[in-house]
């Protein structure tokens, strides 16, 4: 009798735990947009391109391409003969959705054009509704697709989505510490940072703080730049400069071969937006080249293709695909040739002006 009683008691307890863990993400379905002045494949492609990347946002529960192509052959329809709200509230009820995600795609003269809404099935009243425009290949319709993901279930998209558009407007404010340097001197350390600061602004997604300036609010607080090597020294910093967001890192000497590990992150949130290593063995001048490349990884964008080319000439082939790299001459010496600083920088105005605390995403309706 005790037993079962037990048995029971786990029973009711694992059942609780289930109900508990049950999940109450709102379910939605995406139907193929509308295409107007673009083929039907092209439509497809760019809305598969947003059903992966909500799929991403972990927000939803999405249904799969599949089962919505299922219920619509049972009912007679193809996917790119729905584009009424009407055709696709009765397929979100046979699929069984809370919400409906339906829009366009169209062309006009050089410029294209996306429109984004996410509807009630229950009550056909539009939750939400998003757009974008963007000149230019349409290929570069595939990233507004992914921000229009994010942005349709309320949410900001990534800032390596945002840097990846590209746009003057959406140009983040960093400021990027002295790398610690671990083995190797302090004026090293500094010199390699100067590098990667200049390629950094060399991509001409972000705005730069001037080191200058970034050096008088170190010394207002006491400290230099060697000094303020931990992400709560960093942030600290970030928020006196009205940044949106600090990168800090350290170069180390192992044996025969130097590390370099960069980190960005969010002055507002502390989150981590990106986390770069690599280790490196050859000539110093590879190593500036894996300074300079990792500038651009770091904000999640492809390095050029002439960074790229220098890697495997200094490097070999083994480099290009596993990130190594060998140093077997002082440092300090070939770094000795490098310049310092970039082009465009904040002014000192700019800079000090107070940041301003990133919005909550708003929540879907239940």
């Not at 735990?17 to 039907?40: K, M």
């Not at 972990?58 to 193809?78: D, P, T």
């Not at 009550?123 to 939400?128: D, V």
Request: charged share 25%; hydrophobic share 40%.
């Amino acid at each position: 009798m005790k037993k079962s009683l037990v048995y029971v008691s786990l029973t009711c307890l694992m059942t609780g735990f289930v109900w508990s863990q049950e999940d109450t993400r709102p379910t939605i379905a995406i139907l193929d947009f509308e295409g107007q002045g673009i083929s039907v494949q092209e439509v497809q492609t760019l809305t598969e391109r947003m059903r992966s990347e909500i799929g991403s946002t972990n927000a939803v529960r999405l249904i799969e391409r599949k089962a919505i192509e299922s219920i619509m052959a049972e009912q007679g329809l193809a996917q790119s003969g729905c584009v009424s709200d009407e055709c696709a509230a009765e397929v979100g009820q046979l699929l069984g959705v809370q919400f409906m995600i339906n829009g366009t795609i169209g062309k006009l003269g050089d410029t294209f054009t996306i429109d984004v809404k996410m509807f009630s099935v229950e009550t056909g009243a539009t939750e939400r509704s998003v757009n974008a425009s963007h000149e230019g290949d349409i290929a570069g319709l595939l990233t507004e697709m992914e921000i229009l993901a994010w942005e349709i279930v309320g949410l900001q998209a990534p800032q390596r989505l945002r840097l990846k558009r590209g746009g003057a407007e959406d140009k983040p404010t960093v400021a990027v510490l002295d790398f610690e340097g671990r083995g190797i001197s302090a004026m090293e350390a500094q010199t390699l940072t100067d590098r990667f600061t200049t390629a950094m602004n060399g991509t001409d997604r972000v705005q730069l703080v001037e080191r200058g300036v970034m050096s008088e609010v170190l010394e207002e607080q006491g400290m230099i730049g060697a000094e303020c090597s931990s992400q709560e020294c960093a942030a600290e910093v970030g928020a006196m400069l009205g940044v949106e967001f600090m990168i800090n890192g350290a170069i180390g000497k192992l044996g025969d071969a130097y590390t370099i590990d960069i980190k960005m992150f969010s002055v507002a949130t502390g989150a981590a937006e990106n986390m770069q290593s690599v280790t490196y063995e050859g000539k110093v001048e590879g190593m500036i080249v894996e300074i300079e490349i990792l500038a651009w990884t770091i904000m999640g964008l492809d390095p050029p293709k002439d960074l790229i080319k220098k890697r495997r000439r200094y490097g070999g082939e083994d480099v290009a695909d596993e990130g190594g790299v060998k140093i077997s001459m002082p440092l300090l010496g070939g770094l000795g040739l490098l310049g310092a600083g970039a082009a465009y920088f904040l002014t000192r105005e700019e800079a000090v002006s107070a940041p301003s605390a990133l919005p909550e995403p708003p929540t879907l309706p239940e």
